[in-house]
């Protein structure tokens, strides 16, 4: 009998790191995926506030809400066993004081069972990073396109390819990485600024849109299956195209439902 997985910690990704192994992340909004993705090997689940737009149809994450988010991330570790759960904090669930971030962050903690939690921004949430972390709240950065502030950012664009901003997010990133955060997510940020951030720290870089350099990388689960076939940017790549799988296979049904061909006798219960 072959013994289990060793399940993935926040030291564990820091060695990680160490020995140069690569970090797989996906976002992941309910238990079902969550065993899936667990099964496959996945190092951690990340249920992002991006579930608000890729489940619930809103047009941006900023109307995500704190009960939505344990909700969802308690379903996601019910179908975890080895992979590293991570609860994004919604918008204004942690800006407003650092008393209200740690109260919103642990009661995300404590009613999910998830292992760390995601907040965006740099050195203005440096010190909310530490006093989480201080009370035994692990943290995950991200920096470059942080979503929450897209409106602010002028729009879904890379962030870092003046001279200015790739010093401040270098800045940030130190910043986070000083003040307790066991990883950061690099958002939309230019391949090279990315790989230099990653060499300066010490804690793993996770990338979407931010090059090959980092410590690892994640993709929006239904965007990497082609189930949101509707969304495309340059760094999704398509893994499969489930979406015409889905589309087909109800058709399938509808049809066999309307001439009658299902169910038969092989579905039926004759007594």
Not at 40 to 65: K, Y
Not at 124 to 133: E, H
Not at 145 to 172: F, I, M, N
Request: glycine share 8%; charged share 25%.
């Amino acid at each position: 009998m072959s013994p289990e997985p060793k399940a993935i910690n926040v030291h564990e990704l820091l060695a990680m790191k160490e020995r140069g192994e690569r970090i797989v992340c996906l976002t992941c909004y309910d238990a079902l995926f969550a065993r899936l993705l667990d099964e496959s090997g996945v190092d951690i689940l990340l249920v992002g506030d991006s579930v608000n737009e890729v489940l619930a149809g809103a047009e941006s994450t900023l109307s995500a809400t704190l009960e939505q988010m344990i909700y969802h991330t308690r379903i996601v570790r019910r179908g975890t066993s080895r992979a590293l759960v991570v609860c994004d904090l919604p918008f204004l669930s942690y800006q407003i004081s650092r008393e209200e971030a740690i109260r919103n962050a642990g009661r995300a903690m404590a009613e999910t069972g998830c292992h760390a939690v995601k907040l965006e921004g740099g050195k203005p949430m440096a010190q909310t990073v530490r006093a989480l972390v201080d009370v035994g709240i692990p943290v995950m950065g991200h920096l470059g396109l942080t979503p929450q502030s897209v409106h602010a950012l002028g729009g879904h664009r890379v962030q870092g390819r003046d001279e200015k901003t790739a010093e401040r997010l270098k800045e940030d990133a130190k910043a986070l990485e000083d003040a307790g955060a066991f990883a950061i997510v690099l958002e939309l940020v230019p391949a090279p600024l990315a790989s230099q951030i990653t060499k300066s720290l010490t804690i793993p870089t996770i990338g979407i849109g931010a090059g090959p350099a980092c410590d690892g990388q994640v993709l929006v689960l239904h965007d990497m299956l082609g189930l949101n076939d509707k969304f495309a940017a340059k760094f999704v790549k398509r893994y499969a195209a489930l979406a015409e799988d889905v589309r087909e296979a109800v058709r399938l049904y509808a049809a066999e439902v309307r001439e009658g061909r299902y169910p038969g006798p092989e579905h039926s219960f004759p007594k």
